[in-house]
């Protein structure tokens, strides 16, 4: 058991011995375990708080917005405006990026995130999270735009998520592996639980809304064609499956002990590559997966070398387990 670190403690420790968390990025990283503190009560409190159902707006995808999602795109807006360490916010829940107003001083991160993850669970208690995701501003720059946002994945400075689950846990990468915080209620703070993540290379253990079986291009019905077929099959093992429904449950499950998750391409609306979103969905969520020794790709290219277009862009996603994402792939650039 890792010995009772905060992550203060963990944050000045490493940036002691290996110089690479800044004070700027220590203070971002602090404010947004904070901000994922108060949502963490919020969503506790369920019916209690009236917090519950939907806030009767849509978001830039054309969702109905839950009244959490609102909140928590709000609290984290508030705290993280004042503190110096950025230059702008961009968030699933808004159409533009939040520049930090003038009345406060600038940093030179970008923060963009998706508030609430996993919204349709959050109505029937099931596991949703915070996912966030850290650029820093192109130097030289006056000013900020959105372009300064569309930057590849790999040119991330941290990237993380907390799962608002049977524990609130913080999970963090600044590109020297994958730790794990478990929020100690009693205290308010958050304190180390995992210290180096490591996703199992092989898997048995597959991810993916089958109601969309129908609507796959031929390398995913092929792959999960092969994986039902189980020990009789191409694989010649059985395979279990999960579904949460939650981007944020499914990975931290596979952080946690492996498995493949893919949101494809399908037919349905053919015109988009994938649900997922690019940005603040499946960059900081393929930044921890590697960082944890997973792969993460569209089917066919690393997620982090995609370079964006639009700050709202959906991308197909297909991470986990590297050998099994290899797998996906190959079948992908077979057909191709
Ligand atoms: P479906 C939640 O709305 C989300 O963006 C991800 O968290 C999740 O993996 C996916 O959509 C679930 O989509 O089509 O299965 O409801």
């Known amino acids: ?7 203060t403690r963990y944050l000045v420790e490493q940036q002691r011995e290996h110089g690479n ?9 602090e404010v947004v375990a904070r901000a994922c503190k108060r949502i963490a009560i919020s969503v506790n409190k369920g019916a209690l708080g009236e ?28 705290a993280n405006e004042w503190g110096g360490h950025l230059a702008a916010m961009a ?3 808004m159409d533009d990026i939040h520049v930090v107003p003038n009345r406060y001083p600038q940093g030179e991160y970008l923060l963009l995130f998706d508030p609430l993850d996993g919204s349709s669970n ?48 913080l999970v963090l990468t600044v590109g020297s592996g994958v730790v794990m915080f478990t929020l100690d209620r009693e205290q308010g703070t958050f304190v180390l639980t995992n210290d180096n993540v490591q996703i199992p290379a092989d898997t048995k253990e597959f991810a993916v809304n089958m109601s969309n079986q129908r609507h ?11 994986c039902l077929e189980g020990k009789s099959g191409a694989r010649g093992k ?30 349905r609306e053919p015109t988009k590559p994938g649900k997922l979103r690019l940005m603040y969905e499946a960059n900081p969520m393929a930044f921890l997966v590697e960082q944890a020794g997973g792969m993460a790709t569209n089917g066919l290219e690393r997620i982090m070398d995609l ?17 099994e994402v290899q797998v996906v792939t190959d079948y992908h650039r077979n057909a191709s």
């Open 1 to 7: 058991m890792t010995q009772h670190i905060s992550l």
């Open 21 to 29: 968390i800044p004070s700027q990025l220590r203070l971002l990283i």
């Open 51 to 78: 917090v519950l159902g939907s806030a009767g707006t849509e978001n830039v995808q054309g969702e109905v917005q839950k009244k959490l999602d609102v909140i928590s795109n709000e609290v984290l807006i508030e």
């Open 91 to 93: 968030s699933e829940e």
């Open 122 to 169: 959050i109505d029937v208690n099931v596991s949703i999270g915070t996912i966030f995701s850290v650029l820093t501003k192109p130097e030289g720059q006056i000013g900020v735009s959105d372009q300064d946002f569309l930057q590849a994945g790999q040119r991330q400075a941290a990237a993380g998520y907390c799962v608002y689950g049977p524990q609130t846990t």
């Open 216 to 226: 796959w291009a031929a390398p995913v019905q092929r792959y999960i064609g092969e």
């Open 238 to 267: 059985d395979f279990n499956m999960r579904w949460v429904g939650s981007m944020v449950a499914d990975v931290h499950r596979i952080l946690c002990r492996g498995g493949v998750f893919l949101y494809p391409w399908d037919s």
């Open 307 to 323: 370079q964006p277009t639009q700050l709202h862009e959906r991308v197909s996603v297909v991470l986990g387990s590297r050998n």
